[in-house]
């Protein structure tokens, strides 16, 4: 019911601004059933135009329930009226009280340009169920509560533990503008998670929550000293004139919380890493031709923080590794903090060569025991060049059916003969064999009336031969620049100039473009003079060592 009254009154107040922006003065309760003495938040706002007079009657209580809290409201919006576009004012007040039997409260009366306008009444309730109803506390004045928390005395080193910053505040204070100091930790990584906001309506306080996630970096005892909250608290309002009701007069409070001390152990010397995980991983393939990327990703997961991890690169004798950026991920979940580790690496080689294992050494301090993370070593098959034409051939032969043997021997054909070199996917190369005798021998047989289309076949042919060796030969042309005195090919020099990447910009940038032409983008052009110049200098520095 209240859900469908609230939606109501939202239609209307909608409506009647935008196409009236008539004066519009609401009443609503957050509560409409309580327990005797429980708090009720009535909210009672006014929206109208930015310039109109709003006078409001200052209350002590409501129908004879006192008035125990109160806080103001005040927003500004525009709003379009037809062609035009009108500034609005919401102004408002939130009473809060404490009924101890049903309470009828008849309509807010607020003058808008000296013109009265009213609000809907509101109904309370008073739950009468005593077994349920809980005990009535006589408090005669609450305070602010100010604390720190932590969920492990003590930890060991890398193992991470997590701080609340708690704040209660009485609801009736309710201050918009409350500021925590931040706790400092020494020899720690410190991540602050997020806010967590908390209306506790049965003991009656706001409470605010701030977290950080704490991992300690070496043993020892993290002393945190307290902290401090600074509390802006409004006070009742003395003024009653148009803009007195939400003139408000404030104070500063600051309260001072508990200090912490948290005593860090050391883990054993062996581990790397500090939780309880699981390893995994997975290659795209373990056979590929020469040159062809070899795409391998191992992923660390489970309980405690990986975002500490240092990994050692992974480092092959005669194989290109591109490594990519670990990616890490840390969250809190039921009060348990839980990461992932995640390494995806790129292999280009034209030999074959094995993918060593990971092993890593890691600490449960659930078990209190070391355990490894392992992976299997990954054999890589690279298929020689003579191997790849020799298979590709045999495909080509197995796909079409054989022609008429003119010379007394076989000779194997496609359907669409083509070239003496071909290209095939990633730059292989296939030689097949051009028999043009077979086809003069065909034309002997054919009657000169059809003459004309022998030639005519054999025109088609040689187009189709020139069209394929043409990219060929404006390939042999580049394979001509890649060579230098200094380097056989571009594979040759990105091998040479990959280990120097993070020596400069310009090395790194030339070993991003070198990989992409060795990997057949042909729309990158080196600039052979830089590459000369970039190898010369870096085995030259070799050389002096």
Not at 165 to 176: Q, Y
Not at 272 to 289: C, F, L, P, Q, R
């Amino acid at each position: 019911m209240n859900i469908v009254l609230k939606a109501l009154i939202v239609f209307t107040l909608f409506t009647k601004i935008v196409f009236a922006i008539e004066p519009i003065v609401t009443a609503d309760a957050d509560k409409r059933s309580v327990y005797s003495g429980e708090s009720v938040n009535i909210t009672l706002t006014v929206t109208a135009n930015k310039d109109a007079k709003l006078d409001f009657t200052h209350l002590e209580d409501i129908n004879g329930v006192k008035i125990v809290g109160r806080k103001s409201i005040l927003s500004y919006d525009t709003v379009e009226n037809g062609d035009k576009t009108e500034d609005i004012i919401e102004k408002g007040v939130v009473y809060t009280i404490k009924p101890k039997k049903d309470l009828k409260i008849p309509p807010f009366i607020i003058k808008v340009n000296d013109k009265e306008y009213k609000s809907e009444p509101i109904k309370i309730s008073i739950i009468k169920d005593t077994k349920k109803e809980p005990p009535v506390k006589k408090v005669k004045k609450r305070d602010f509560i100010f604390k720190m928390v932590t969920n492990k005395k003590s930890v060991y080193e890398k193992e991470p533990f997590i701080v609340s910053v708690i704040l209660k505040e009485p609801v009736e204070f309710a201050s918009p503008r409350i500021k925590l100091e931040e706790p400092k930790f020494k020899n720690c990584k410190v991540t602050k998670l997020r806010i967590m906001p908390q209306n506790n309506h049965e003991s009656e306080y706001i409470t605010i929550i701030e977290r950080y996630l704490v991992t300690p970096k070496k043993e020892g005892v993290i002393s945190v000293e307290p902290i401090t909250a600074e509390i802006n608290m409004e006070l009742t309002p003395q003024v009653e004139s148009m803009f007195g009701f939400f003139g408000t007069q404030s104070q500063i409070k600051r309260i001072k919380s508990n200090p912490l001390k948290i005593a860090v152990s050391a883990k054993p010397t062996k581990a790397e890493i500090v939780g309880d995980y699981t390893i995994n991983y997975h290659i795209n393939k373990t056979k590929t031709a020469p040159n062809k990327q070899i795409v391998y990703r191992y992923k660390i997961q489970g309980e405690g923080d990986l975002s500490t991890f240092n990994e050692q690169d992974i480092k092959i004798d005669g194989v290109t590794i591109f490594p990519k950026d670990a990616k890490v991920n840390v969250e809190v979940k039921n009060g348990k903090v839980l990461s992932s580790y995640s390494k995806e690496y790129v292999f280009i080689s034209d030999r074959d060569f094995t993918i060593p294992s990971i092993d890593i050494v890691a600490f449960s301090p659930k078990k209190r025991k070391l355990y490894r993370l392992s992976t299997k070593p990954i054999r890589i098959t690279i298929s020689s060049k003579k191997a790849a034409i020799t298979s590709l051939l045999q495909n080509n032969s197995n796909s079409v059916a054989p022609k008429e043997n003119l010379n007394k021997k076989v000779i194997e054909k496609s359907t669409a003969p083509t070239t003496q070199k071909s290209v095939v996917k990633n730059s292989d190369i296939v030689e097949t064999i051009l028999d043009t005798n077979y086809y003069k021998q065909k034309l002997k047989e054919l009657n000169n009336p059809y003459k004309s289309i022998g030639m005519l076949i054999l025109g088609i042919l040689l187009g189709v031969i020139l069209t394929i060796l043409m990219p060929k030969l404006i390939a042999l042309i580049r394979t001509k620049d890649e060579k230098s005195e200094l380097y056989g090919s571009y594979h040759e020099a990105l091998n040479i100039l990959y280990p120097h990447i993070t020596e400069s910009s310009d090395i790194e940038e030339m070993v991003k473009q070198l990989y992409e032409v060795t990997n057949g983008n042909r729309e990158i052009k080196i600039d052979n003079k830089k590459l000369d110049k970039m190898v010369a200098k870096v085995i030259k520095s070799q050389n002096a060592l």
